[in-house]
């Protein structure tokens, strides 16, 4: 009798693990889980809100508010698609999308989704969740890379200030910051402990694109001239020129704020969101200014891996899942979240909200970068995370650091890099 009763609790539990996040009943409402990786104590409060609201109006479809973290997200969303527990509504960023999508493990929602939607956010921020002919995600969060600045530093010096409409080059950045550097004292600190995503992103504007797709649909990797122009940059303000802090580079962007605010560096190259951080933590009397990133002959252009919001495929509720999506990205809606991060909403009416174009806090500055956001340049291509972690993070280490040349991290990108993608390109 145990045993035939331990068989039936084993049925019952692998019945219930295969019918996926949400769940309902003849007698109940739909229960959707929802996936939030909010951090910031801001955005956790405005997406808490958020379901909140919907739950009080929706109660045929109740969410549930599940906590994630950004640093192990993929591989707990990978483990709970595996075993058929993944949530229905999952939160992620669009460059973490592509192996997911072509699993088969997120829905498809280019039918599901509203024309409001769809018409709201522009088609630019669209390809960042598209792969082969389906859209995994609705991108509705992005920040582009800014430069953080001393204001009180920048104005001493009497350095010309960058605008959106008049922005530094990369050849007067360079010369800006060996202007600023002496003493102990450096014009800039790179924060690249995590150095693929930034230096990618950036190199758009000088014409980078790195990753080149053929005519057959296979991607290969080519370093070309523009592609260097932003490493090369980083390169030799850290090891010739002696204008970047050399012991910064294997730093994440908050640990350069303590020298930040104690006037070692004169800017720190940071996303957008850190003005949250900065605006905490800063000691009172310290002044400082968001400015452009430099520009190159892709003018301000920026790749950016919006944060996204997809559907499980597993999910047997995903009407009720993308109505859910609907309501939290409606323009007022996205105004909060945006505000709660301290990054800019995708949305084309959230963006004309007037919190978004203060000057306080570099508000305006982001917001008119917002319309040179681009994908970023890996971002529909098969394997870039292990390409990224195995082959281009140590790669560009090592060579900022000065360990190895140009030459050798060409080599490192392209030779091992296409070995790494042609194993996802069959």
């Known amino acids: 009798m145990r045993g035939k009763l331990a068989g039936v609790l084993a049925a019952a539990l692998l019945l219930a693990g295969c019918t996926g996040g949400g769940s309902t009943s003849s007698d109940g409402p739909v229960t959707l889980r929802f996936q939030s990786l909010a951090w910031q104590e801001e955005s956790i409060e405005a997406n808490q809100e958020l379901v909140k609201e919907w739950n009080a109006t929706h109660p045929d479809a109740k969410v549930e508010y599940v906590q994630g973290s950004w640093g192990s997200v993929h591989d707990q969303l990978l483990t709970s698609f595996e075993g058929g527990e993944a949530p229905d509504i999952i939160h992620d960023a669009s460059d973490d999308l592509a192996d997911f999508a072509y699993g088969g493990y997120l829905a498809d929602l280019t039918d599901l989704l509203p024309e409001r939607l769809k018409s709201d956010i522009p088609q630019r921020s669209w390809d960042t969740a598209t792969f082969g002919d389906g859209v995994y995600g609705v991108p509705f969060l992005q920040e582009p890379r800014v430069l953080i600045a001393n204001a009180t530093w920048l104005k001493e010096s009497g350095v010309r200030i960058p605008t959106p409409e008049q922005p530094w080059s990369w050849k007067e950045f360079r010369q800006i910051t060996e202007q600023l550097s002496g003493d102990g004292k450096y014009g800039v600190a790179w924060p690249l402990k995590e150095p693929v995503s930034a230096t990618l992103n950036l190199s758009l504007s000088a014409g980078g694109q790195l990753f080149?797709?053929?005519?057959?649909?296979?991607?290969?990797?080519?370093?070309?001239?523009?592609?260097?122009?932003?490493?090369?940059?980083?390169?030799?303000?850290?090891?010739?020129?002696?204008?970047?802090?050399?012991?910064?580079?294997?730093?994440?962007?908050?640990?350069?704020?303590?020298?930040?605010?104690?006037?070692?560096?004169?800017?720190?190259?940071?996303?957008?969101?850190?003005?949250?951080?900065?605006?905490?933590?800063?000691?009172?009397?310290?002044?400082?200014?968001?400015?452009?990133?430099?520009?190159?002959?892709?003018?301000?252009t920026q790749g950016v891996s919006p944060q996204t919001l997809s559907v499980a495929e597993d999910s047997p509720h995903k009407k009720e899942a993308v109505a859910f999506l609907d309501f939290l990205l409606r323009p007022p809606n996205m105004v909060r979240l945006a505000l709660g991060d301290w990054m800019l909403p995708t949305g084309t009416q959230a963006l004309k909200d007037p919190a978004l174009h203060t000057a306080k806090d570099g508000w305006a500055t982001g917001t008119a970068l917002a319309a040179h956001l681009r994908p970023a340049p890996a971002q529909s291509v098969r394997g870039y995370p292990e390409w990224k972690d195995k082959v281009a993070t140590p790669a560009f280490q090592e060579y900022y650091s000065g360990a190895i040349g140009l030459g050798e991290l060409r080599e490192r990108l392209e030779e091992d890099g296409n070995l790494v993608l042609a194993r996802y390109q069959r």
């Open 212 to 300: 080149h797709r053929g005519t057959d649909g296979k991607v290969a990797i080519r370093f070309g001239t523009a592609d260097q122009t932003v490493p090369r940059t980083i390169h030799d303000q850290a090891n010739t020129e002696r204008s970047a802090s050399p012991t910064t580079l294997g730093s994440g962007g908050s640990d350069t704020l303590p020298g930040f605010f104690g006037g070692r560096y004169a800017m720190v190259p940071l996303g957008f969101s850190y003005r949250q951080q900065i605006a905490q933590q800063a000691p009172e009397g310290f002044r400082w200014q968001v400015l452009p990133a430099p520009a190159g002959a892709g003018g301000l």
